[in-house]
C-alpha cells in the first residue's frame, strides 16, 4: 500500500500533471521517472515510484503524451526543466525510464551535446529497446550515440519474458557499451515488460495498472532496489521475509 507523500502538480501550458512521490531522506538525489508509450500513464509507474521513494529518494513522475502530433518531446523537455527547478542541485538528478520513456532517458543522457549542457548523476533503462531513435529530441538510437558521451553510470533491468521489448536487445546494448569502455550492469528479471515497473497488462482497460503483489510486485522490488542505488544509496538486501516486509509501507 502507497503510505508515501504525494503532491501533484501541472508542470506544462496544456495541462499536463506530474507526480511527485516524497521520498524517505531528504537528503537523497530525485529521481526523474518517465513511462512508456501510452499516453498520460504516470499512474501506471505508482508502485514502483512510491517504493523508491520509501528508500529515500524523491521521485518525480511527469505524464506525457507519445501519441501527439509533436511525439510528447515539449513535454519530456518541460519535465526536465521542471525537475531542474525544483531540485536543490540538478547534478545530483538520476533519470529512469520505462519502455519508451527508458529508451529516451538513455539517449538524452548518452547524447554528445545534452539539453542545456546537463547530464544525470546516472541513467536506469528499465524493458526498453536501445536501436531505434529516440522522442526527445529526434535523437540516434542509444546505440548510436553511446561511443561519444562522457562516462557516467548506467543500470539495465529487463524481463527474460517481456514479449514487448526483447531481453536480447539489453543484452546487445549491454555488450555495445562494453565495447565503448561504459560497463553497464545488467538485473535480469524473471517477469515480463509490466512486471519489470511492478505493473501488469489490464485487457479490460487496454492499458497497464500499477500491482501491489504477486511476481510483477517482487520482481518490481529489485527494479526499486536498482533505483535507489543507482542514486547512491544503501539498499536493503531482499533475502527474508524480514527484510522484505519494509518495502511494503
Given at each position: 500500500?502507497?503510505?508515501?507523500?504525494?503532491?501533484?502538480?501541472?508542470?506544462?501550458?496544456?495541462?499536463?500533471?506530474?507526480?511527485?512521490?516524497?521520498?524517505?531522506?531528504?537528503?537523497?538525489?530525485?529521481?526523474?521517472?518517465?513511462?512508456?508509450?501510452?499516453?498520460?500513464?504516470?499512474?501506471?509507474?505508482?508502485?514502483?515510484?512510491?517504493?523508491?521513494?520509501r528508500l529515500?529518494?524523491?521521485?518525480?513522475?511527469?505524464?506525457?503524451?507519445?501519441?501527439?502530433?509533436?511525439?510528447?518531446?515539449?513535454?519530456?523537455?518541460?519535465?526536465?526543466?521542471?525537475?531542474?527547478?525544483?531540485?536543490?542541485?540538478?547534478?545530483?538528478?538520476?533519470?529512469?525510464?520505462?519502455?519508451?520513456?527508458?529508451?529516451?532517458?538513455?539517449?538524452?543522457?548518452?547524447?554528445?551535446?545534452?539539453?542545456?549542457?546537463?547530464?544525470?548523476?546516472?541513467?536506469?533503462?528499465?524493458?526498453?529497446?536501445?536501436?531505434?531513435?529516440?522522442?526527445?529530441?529526434?535523437?540516434?538510437?542509444p546505440m548510436?550515440?553511446?561511443?561519444?558521451?562522457?562516462?557516467?553510470?548506467?543500470?539495465?533491468?529487463?524481463?527474460?519474458?517481456?514479449?514487448?521489448?526483447?531481453?536480447?536487445?539489453?543484452?546487445?546494448?549491454?555488450?555495445?557499451?562494453?565495447?565503448?569502455?561504459?560497463?553497464?550492469?545488467?538485473?535480469?528479471?524473471?517477469?515480463?515488460?509490466?512486471?519489470?515497473?511492478?505493473?501488469?497488462?489490464?485487457?479490460?482497460?487496454?492499458?497497464?495498472?500499477?500491482?501491489?503483489?504477486?511476481?510483477?510486485?517482487?520482481?518490481?522490488?529489485?527494479?526499486?532496489?536498482?533505483?535507489?542505488?543507482?542514486?547512491?544509496?544503501?539498499?536493503?538486501?531482499?533475502?527474508?521475509?524480514?527484510?522484505?516486509?519494509?518495502?511494503?509501507?
Amino acid at each position: 500500500m502507497d503510505t508515501t507523500v504525494i503532491d501533484t502538480v501541472r508542470y506544462t501550458a496544456d495541462g499536463q500533471l506530474l507526480d511527485i512521490h516524497h521520498g524517505a531522506d531528504p537528503d537523497a538525489p530525485t529521481v526523474l521517472l518517465w513511462h512508456g508509450r501510452g499516453p498520460a500513464e504516470r499512474d501506471v509507474l505508482g508502485a514502483l515510484a512510491a517504493t523508491v521513494a520509501r528508500l529515500g529518494p524523491t521521485v518525480i513522475v511527469p505524464d506525457w503524451r507519445p501519441d501527439a502530433p509533436d511525439g510528447g518531446r515539449p513535454q519530456l523537455a518541460a519535465s526536465l526543466r521542471y525537475t531542474w527547478d525544483y531540485v536543490p542541485d540538478p547534478a545530483r538528478v538520476v533519470l529512469v525510464g520505462w519502455s519508451l520513456g527508458g529508451r529516451a532517458a538513455m539517449a538524452t543522457a548518452l547524447q554528445p551535446h545534452p539539453p542545456e549542457d546537463w547530464r544525470p548523476a546516472a541513467v536506469v533503462g528499465i524493458a526498453a529497446r536501445y536501436n531505434q531513435p529516440e522522442p526527445l529530441l529526434g535523437l540516434p538510437s542509444p546505440m548510436a550515440v553511446c561511443a561519444t558521451a562522457p562516462p557516467l553510470p548506467i543500470h539495465l533491468v529487463h524481463g527474460r519474458a517481456d514479449r514487448v521489448c526483447d531481453f536480447n536487445n539489453a543484452l546487445e546494448f549491454q555488450s555495445v557499451l562494453a565495447d565503448c569502455g561504459r560497463p553497464a550492469p545488467l538485473t535480469e528479471l524473471t517477469t515480463d515488460h509490466a512486471g519489470a515497473v511492478m505493473a501488469e497488462y489490464a485487457p479490460e482497460l487496454g492499458r497497464c495498472r500499477p500491482v501491489h503483489g504477486g511476481t510483477p510486485y517482487e520482481e518490481g522490488l529489485r527494479t526499486a532496489r536498482v533505483i535507489a542505488s543507482a542514486a547512491g544509496l544503501k539498499v536493503p538486501e531482499l533475502d527474508s521475509p524480514g527484510r522484505k516486509a519494509q518495502f511494503n509501507g
